[in-house]
Structure formats: C-alpha cells, structure tokens
C-alpha cells in the first residue's frame, strides 16, 4: 500500500495550502506546520483530512 504525504495529496487536488486550510478548519500556519512534519495533524482533524481528500485513513503518512 502506498501512503501519500498531505503535501502530495493536496498537489493532486490542485488546492493551495490556504484553501485546504480553511476546508478542514485550521489555520494556514497548523495546515503549513502539518505538511512539514512540525506538529502533528490533530486526533480530531485525521478523519477530515481523509474525507477532505477522498483517501482512507491507511494512504495519508503522518508523522
């Protein structure tokens, strides 16, 4: 199975960091830090973050 980087992930569906931001309800600067591994994707964000990219939870590599 291959998982997917949210930074990939967010390239495939075009979007900028600003926009997948404010479709899973965070700010720019957690979406940023997410995608470069500075913190982790909150517990209560993972499940949006699937939906939001139409992936199962098991694709998305987080760190």
């Not at 404010?22 to 600067?29: C, E, H």
């Not at 982790?40 to 590599?61: E, M, Q, T, W, Y």
């Amino acid at each position: 199975m291959r998982q997917y980087t949210l930074k990939e992930l967010r390239a495939r569906k075009n979007e900028t960091q600003e926009q997948t931001a404010m479709a899973l309800g965070v700010s720019t600067q957690t979406y940023n830090a997410w995608e470069k591994s500075i913190s982790n994707v909150a517990v209560s964000k993972v499940n949006a973050v699937a939906r939001h990219f139409g992936v199962k939870l098991g694709d998305i590599f987080l760190n």
